[in-house]
């Protein structure tokens, strides 16, 4: 430990309040006018898939196109997954098959 | 009772990607926090407060170096941005959830937020109930990896490398449902497609922010194409 624990506990506090301030601001921010605000309800509508695609890029952030895998562990496993996931419709089927391919990928074909 | 346990038993299923998830990233972190000498309290202590991963993997970095809340305020924000879209995405399902509704609040993570976000509580189900258990079950296999983690230390020896990707595959997953309505498709380009530019052009730790502000620019410049025939009709908007 770098710091000391009334450090510690201080930055605990602030990362959570950071991150609480994060969570709550829209709920504070549209409260009680948010139903007649049709520009927020339309952000509503179409926020949720907008953020999942980015979302999805988030996750894949750190891929890198220069070493040798070129990426091609994730592109293989996501292909799988949505390949699958078209075939049969069974979520948890998509995940556990489409982790375990890229878990193979790149601890025994792409090392 | 009897309809708190009927939400907690349809609720399960829906967290079970989460629950394989959250054990290993929370041992990776648990593991992570001993080596930099904090054990299984501070770990679990962090897990329960912040429930935030990546914020959590970052804040490492500010219990290592130099005291500096400014600093760590700053980046937590950055990071953690995100969340007011999930927030505004939510206002609707969330409204009316009475007192259940700081803690669904408190718990919008990545992961709670992309299920309760497609997902429809079951009719004879309570809505509310049952994204407070979907919520809380996350929450606690979050600590509960943290935790076991923290335990076991450096002892692991098991290959898992990889293992994190079935994060990935949820969210791919959570898109790909999302595509088969054709209705959806237009704002779910419009997320992917910002996303890489900026990701491009800002690179891998800053693109976040920028992706966000180009999203809601899209959205706005082009929201009369965006928007769904059903709430045109019933809301009036022109």
Redesign the interface.
């Given at each position: 430990?770098?710091?000391t624990s009334t450090?510690?506990i201080?930055?605990?506090?602030?990362?959570?309040?950071?991150?609480?301030?994060?969570?709550?601001?829209?709920?504070i921010l549209?409260k009680g006018n948010?139903s007649n605000n049709?520009?927020?309800?339309?952000?509503?509508?179409?926020?949720?898939?907008?953020?999942?695609?980015?979302?999805?890029?988030?996750?894949?952030?750190?891929v890198n196109f220069k070493t040798p895998s070129y990426g091609f562990?994730?592109a293989i496993?996501?292909v799988c997954?949505?390949i699958l996931?078209?075939w049969k419709e069974n979520?948890?089927l998509?995940?556990?098959a489409?982790?375990v391919i890229?878990?193979i990928?790149?601890?025994f074909v792409f090392v | 009772m009897k309809e708190k346990i009927m939400a907690l038993k349809v609720a399960f299923p829906y967290t079970i990607p989460v629950l394989t998830g959250f054990t290993f990233l929370g041992i990776a972190y648990g593991i992570l926090m001993s080596s930099k000498g904090y054990g299984a309290g501070w770990t679990v202590l962090m897990s329960l407060m912040v429930f935030a991963g990546s914020a959590q993997y970052i804040t490492i970095n500010f219990l290592t170096t130099i005291f500096n809340p400014i600093n760590a305020f700053l980046i937590t924000l950055m990071i953690n941005a995100r969340h007011l879209f999930y927030g505004i995405s939510m206002l609707d399902k969330y409204n009316d959830s009475g007192k259940l509704k700081p803690y669904l609040i408190f718990g919008l993570c990545d992961e709670t937020f992309s299920i309760v976000c497609s997902t429809e509580a079951p009719k004879d189900v309570d809505k509310d109930w049952f994204y407070f258990f979907i919520t809380l079950l996350n929450h606690a296999y979050w600590v509960l990896g943290s935790f076991l983690g923290a335990w076991l230390g450096s002892k692991i020896s098991f290959n898992t490398k990889g293992l994190d990707f079935v994060l990935t595959a949820l969210f791919v997953v959570i898109f790909i449902g999302q595509w088969k309505n054709k209705e959806n498709r237009k704002p779910a380009i419009v997320g992917v497609v910002c996303s890489i530019i900026c990701l491009i052009i800002f690179g891998q730790d800053n693109f976040i922010i920028p992706s966000m502000a180009a999203i809601l620019i899209v959205l706005t410049i082009w929201r009369k194409e965006f928007i769904k025939k059903d709430i045109l009709t019933k809301e009036g908007i022109q």
């Open positions: 430990m770098t710091l450090q510690t201080l930055i605990i506090c602030i990362v959570t309040l950071g991150t609480m301030i994060t969570r709550f601001l829209p709920f549209f948010k049709t520009y927020i309800k339309y952000l509503g509508q179409v926020l949720p898939y907008a953020t999942i695609g980015l979302l999805v890029v988030y996750c894949l952030r750190n562990p994730e496993a996501i997954i949505i996931h078209y979520t948890l998509s995940i556990g489409g982790t890229y878990m990928l790149v601890q | -």
